[in-house]
């Protein structure tokens, strides 16, 4: 599995998990646990900040030329 294939498969996990938060569905290894707002907003923006550093590292990889070793 190279780089881009890592990347593309979190992107999809961490897009999931998003849109489970949206619809107020915890991940099954959280169902056992209600958070509080507060830990539901910081998971939230957790989850938003490492979408995003994901898409950036994309980006990055689609800018150079794969490395000869």
């Given at each position: 599995m190279g780089k881009d294939?890592?990347?593309h498969e979190l992107a999809v996990e961490v897009e999931a998990d998003i849109e489970l938060d949206r619809a107020g569905t915890p991940p099954d290894d959280?169902?056992?646990g209600v958070l509080?707002?507060?830990e539901a907003q910081v998971e939230a923006a957790d989850l938003n900040s490492l979408h995003s550093a994901i898409e950036a590292l994309e980006t990055d990889a689609r800018s150079y030329p794969p490395a000869h070793d």
């Open positions: 294939d890592f990347l959280e169902a056992e509080d707002p507060y």
